[in-house]
């Protein structure tokens, strides 16, 4: 204020004349001039003090608050390296409120000067590629967000290359200009040209001219902007020595024939570069005027019926690829009918509307409606109404486009009298009974022409809602089972074909079993299992007497423990209404290592027959992984490695005989295997058996008569 006071004394405010009595002496003019610099004396104080208020407001609000964002960036944004632009100074204007302001440089990059300030100096050092560098403005209420701008060693990409691209040839365009904008930055530019070319002025430059010989028919110019920090990634043009493809042709294709459109024009886009363009028009027909040009006229002949009319630019260089259009003298084969296709009948839908979008270059349509219908009106025209009578079932109607060159392929729609069948019945199917889902939903999707729909429910069930729609509610009594639901859609035409729904209340029996059948006594850890089975809530598994489920028991899967004995293991599947019937497999468990006595008989070992024969032999105590030994004979055998996935060595020793017989038998003592082998006195022999091939169980071994009691389990 004091400074405002002083301020005034200054420009003379403290001197503002107030009128008195005596001033009523002035004249007029002098009192109204001085009253006029009193209002201005006065209006300028009141406008220093407004400034002095609103100064206050803005040092009051700018202190109070973080600084606001920094404004954009100012500084070199490429070619920055030790080798190009090694140092620059970046700025930003000043932040109101801001008393300090951070700057992060990229990484490979040093602040030399300037840091807290608006405008620093960066070095950039030998590992910088690119990177962000950001500020962010600050004072003791916090820091701005931070304003960033991104810096790279390498130039930008070129921009786009301006020049011609095709008709580049010795006889054609032989010589061309090619350009691009100036890269920020760069200090040159490095161009490329293709095979069968060579720059013959500007290399180095934003423009080069190029002269293409007769070795050139296609490739790739391209250019790249160097500084000393290197090159950017190159900017790439194709060029060709032939035209481009003319564009699509435009004209009729259908109808053409001489009691039809005998007469078409045909045209194209201008081709850049082309001098002439080479049409081809199809068999039967002749170009009778604009060869050369961009549109002909075409003649069709009486021979004509189809074919192709083509065209292709050309110039000194050479001529394009040709631009194909398919012609024919008939029709195009109308689009879709539309009409109601079910439910046609006197008592239902006894009139129709039947019709098609229209043909290009048909003057008219031929209709055939089925059996027991007649048009009534529209024969001729892209739409029909007909009529069907009480002899209709079912049939096709078809339509025709027709002109003066003939007549198109035939367009056909089903129509019936009956509604189709319902589609699939959705609900569920398993479970059903008063003490599991004693009510369920079942539902279709609505029939098209149906007026209303019959749903007959099996034996022991009601329906509690719904009858005639699309949708019901059934009731399962105690008396329900098993059974059909079905349903039909019904008009007044009749119903339709009935769809089926099989419900039951107990869960389908169990798949197969898997598992091993045949196992040694006290076999401890067999995994049995089956599939889920749709609608079972639980599963209910018997072993045989002497095995244990450790567990598993009511899953799909089980793991046992057996005994000394087999049996019959089982499985049902179960829910709220019961069990399913039982799947059953039979396990056979053996004495896979047993010290025993002196001669056993077994029975049907016959290799190819299930009669019973007798074989008697020694039974020699062994145990499952050592050696044996008959006193008697002295022989000595090995069994490894046992138990197996398939091959099996067999160790024997018998210094006096000179062939052995090896025989193997299932668990049936069905022979499975048998081979001679003969050896020298006191010879060692070691076959190897391979029963990759049979089933996995318990096999025994007997050699030149003697059973051996250990067994070769094949795992």
Request: aromatic share 6%.
């Amino acid at each position: 204020m004091k400074q405002l006071l002083t301020n005034l004394n200054t420009n003379g405010y403290d001197n503002i004349h107030f009128p008195f009595q005596s001033d009523l002496l002035k004249p007029n003019m002098v009192r109204i001039i001085e009253s006029y610099f009193f209002k201005a004396k006065m209006l300028a104080l009141l406008v220093v003090l407004l400034s002095f208020v609103i100064t206050i407001n803005i040092q009051a609000q700018t202190i109070n608050h973080a600084p606001m964002t920094p404004g954009m960036i100012k500084g070199p944004t490429t070619g920055l390296c030790i080798s190009g632009t090694s140092s620059a100074t970046y700025s930003i204007a000043v932040v109101i409120g801001a008393t300090s302001y951070t700057w992060s440089p990229p990484a490979g990059t040093t602040i030399t000067s300037g840091q807290g300030t608006a405008s620093v100096t960066i070095n950039f050092g030998s590992l910088f590629t690119s990177g962000n560098l950001s500020v962010t403005a600050d004072n003791a209420y916090g820091s701005s967000t931070a304003r960033v701008l991104a810096l790279r060693s390498a130039l930008l990409v070129p921009g786009i290359i301006s020049g011609p691209v095709t008709g580049l040839c010795m006889s054609g365009t032989s010589r061309a200009t090619y350009s691009i904008g100036a890269v920020i930055g760069a200090t040159s530019y490095t161009w490329t040209s293709p095979a069968g070319t060579s720059i013959t002025s500007g290399q180095g430059t934003t423009s080069v001219i190029i002269n293409f010989s007769s070795g050139f028919t296609s490739g790739n110019l391209s250019v790249t902007a160097n500084n000393e920090c290197g090159s950017s990634t190159a900017r790439v043009l194709a060029l060709k020595s032939t035209l481009l493809t003319p564009g699509m042709i435009s004209g009729p294709v259908t109808g053409l024939c001489i009691s039809g459109i005998s007469s078409a024009t045909y045209s194209i886009g201008a081709v850049i570069g082309a001098t002439s363009y080479t049409w081809t028009p199809p068999a039967g027909t002749t170009i009778i005027s604009g060869q050369g040009t961009t549109s002909v006229t075409v003649n069709f002949g009486s021979l004509f019926t189809s074919g192709n009319l083509s065209v292709r630019a050309d110039n000194a260089c050479g001529s394009s690829t040709a631009r194909v259009l398919a012609l024919k003298s008939t029709l195009l084969i109308p689009g879709m009918i539309s009409g109601p296709t079910t439910g046609l009948c006197i008592s239902g839908i006894s009139s129709a509307t039947y019709s098609i979008p229209a043909v290009i270059g048909a003057t008219s349509y031929t209709w055939t409606p089925p059996a027991g219908t007649t048009i009534t009106s529209g024969q001729g025209t892209p739409s029909v109404i007909i009529n069907f009578g009480s002899g209709f079932t079912s049939g096709n109607l078809s339509v025709t486009a027709d002109n003066a060159c003939g007549s198109s392929s035939a367009r056909v729609l089903a129509v019936r009298s009956t509604l189709l069948t319902p589609g699939m019945i959705s609900g569920p199917t398993i479970g059903l009974c008063v003490s599991g889902i004693s009510n369920a939903t079942y539902s279709i999707p609505s029939v098209i022409g149906a007026t209303s729909y019959t749903w007959t429910p099996p034996a022991g069930t009601t329906i509690t809602s719904g009858q005639g729609t699309t949708s019901v509610i059934i009731n399962f009594g105690n008396g329900f089972t098993s059974g059909n639901l079905s349903v039909t859609a019904n008009n007044a035409c009749g119903s339709s074909s009935t769809r089926l729904l099989t419900l039951r209340s107990l869960p389908s029996t169990p798949a197969l079993i898997t598992g091993n059948i045949s196992l040694c006594s006290n076999q401890t850890g067999v995994v049995y299992s089956i599939t889920t089975v749709l609608g079972a809530t639980g599963y209910t598994w018997a072993v045989p007497s002497g095995a244990t489920i450790t567990s598993g028991q009511g899953t799909n899967s089980i793991t046992v423990d057996f005994g000394l004995t087999g049996g019959h293991l089982s499985v049902m599947a179960t829910n709220a209404c019961g069990s399913s019937m039982a799947r059953t497999i039979s396990i056979v468990v053996a004495n896979c290592n047993v010290n025993l006595i002196n001669k056993k008989e077994i029975t049907n070992i016959d290799n190819n027959s299930n009669t019973d024969t007798s074989v008697s032999g020694l039974i020699v105590e062994r145990n499952i992984s050592g050696n044996i030994s008959d006193p008697a004979n002295s022989i000595k055998i090995n069994i490894y490695p046992n138990p197996t996935n398939g091959k099996v060595v067999i160790e024997y020793a018998n210094p006096g005989a000179k062939k052995i017989v090896v025989e193997i038998f299932n668990i049936l003592g069905v022979r499975v295997y048998t081979n001679e082998f003969l050896l020298n006195k006191n010879s060692l022999i070691n076959p190897e058996i391979d029963l990759t091939s049979k089933p996995k169980g318990i096999y025994s071994i007997r050699i030149n008569d003697v059973i051996y009691k250990d067994k070769i389990v094949l795992q």
